[in-house]
Structures are given as structure tokens and as C-alpha cells.
């Protein structure tokens, strides 16, 4: 019986004496410890997001002509939109040509993400005697035509880097000299709408 209590007080006392040296861990572990911060400050400027069209030089659209072609109306340029101009086209030979440039000024580069170039419709023009059928065949003849004054075309993908990126463009309207067509009347041609997408 002595025996048992010897066993069962030194059980008692092993597991006292464990749970003192725990208690003693963690009271050791407590005593260390680190402090960490992270702080600072930021600021938000916006960037500037400018790409638009402009003049090649000087302030105006000047028509470049061959043949008999002749310039109605001028066209606008704004930053936006080249709008409005109105020509006259009257045998194989005549073209007209405008030259001005898309520009970058901003502060990030841009990408040329969708373009589509406008497409010619002919009909005849009011009062004109002129078939359909003849206005169309003259619409399958003329050539519209925009690219890169270095005669390479428009490519989605291409980029205008920031600050300064300037590319030149040529738009052209030609009816080809090598034509044997005969028109007898007038024909009103519509340009559809050339759009530029450029994307950060």
C-alpha cells in the first residue's frame, strides 16, 4: 500500500513538474518578440491619353490634284474626325490626294487595336440619266485608298509610342488613267467612314 502511494505521489508530482516547465516555456517565449511596419504614402496622376489627327504642316488640308479633278468643299480636321470634303472627278486620270498625320502627344504609348477603312457606294446623282447598273460598274473602277506616306498600309497591332509618336497618311481617291469605262452622266459617290480605334 506504502508501494502504490510512492507510485501514485511520484506520478503526481512528474506531471506537476511538467506542467511547470511548460507554463515555464511559455512564459520564455513570451519574452521575445519583434515589431514589423510597412508604411508610406502614394500618389494618383492621371495619365494623359492623347491621340488624335493633325496637320502634316501648316493649318490646312491642301488637295494634291491630277487630271480635271477639282476640290468643292475642303475638308475639316479636327482631333478627331478629317469630315466634309466633296470633290469632282471627271475622266481616267483625275485623283486627289490629302496628306495628314495621326499623333501621339500623350503620356502612354498607344496601339492601333481596330481599323476599318470606309468603302465607296455610286448611284446616280439626282436628275442624272445615268443607269445603276453604270454607276455601280464606275464604283468597282474608282480606287480609295488611305495608308502610310511610306506607301505601307494600315495594320492593327502598330504602335504610336508617347510623347511624340507620329505617323503620316495618305488618302487618295483615284480614277485609274488605264479605265476605259464611259460615264454619260453624273454619279454621286459616298465614302463610308474610316474608323481608328488606338487602345492603351
Known amino acids: 500500500e506504502c508501494k502504490m502511494e510512492k ?12 506542467l511547470v516547465a511548460v507554463a515555464g516555456l511559455t512564459i520564455g517565449y513570451a519574452a521575445y518578440s519583434s515589431t514589423l511596419t510597412i508604411n508610406g504614402t502614394a500618389t494618383v496622376d492621371p495619365a ?15 488637295a ?3 487630271g480635271h479633278a477639282t476640290q468643292t468643299t475642303a ?3 479636327t482631333d478627331t474626325a478629317v469630315s466634309g470634303f466633296d470633290v ?4 481616267p486620270g483625275d485623283s486627289i490626294t490629302y496628306k495628314f498625320s495621326v499623333k501621339n502627344t500623350g503620356t502612354l504609348d498607344a496601339t492601333l487595336g481596330t481599323y476599318t477603312m470606309g468603302t465607296l457606294s455610286c448611284a446616280p446623282n439626282e436628275g442624272s440619266s445615268i443607269s445603276q447598273e ?14 502610310y506616306s511610306d506607301d505601307s498600309e494600315i495594320t492593327t497591332g502598330a504602335t504610336l509610342p508617347k510623347t511624340s509618336g507620329s505617323k503620316d497618311l495618305v488618302l487618295k481617291l483615284v480614277w485609274p488613267e488605264s479605265s476605259t469605262l464611259k460615264v454619260t452622266d453624273d454619279v ?3 465614302i463610308g467612314t474610316t ?5 492603351q
Open 88 to 91: 469632282v472627278l471627271k475622266a
Open 195 to 199: 474608323t481608328f480605334i488606338y487602345n
Open 64 to 66: 494634291e490634284t491630277t
Open 188 to 190: 454621286k459617290v459616298t
Open 48 to 62: 494623359d491619353w492623347n491621340v488624335k489627327f493633325a496637320y502634316t504642316s501648316g493649318d490646312s488640308l491642301t
Open 75 to 77: 475638308p475639316t480636321l
Open 7 to 18: 507510485e501514485r505521489g511520484a506520478k503526481v508530482i512528474a506531471v506537476v513538474a511538467l
Open 134 to 147: 453604270d454607276a455601280t460598274k464606275l464604283c468597282n473602277e474608282l480606287q480609295y485608298t488611305l495608308k
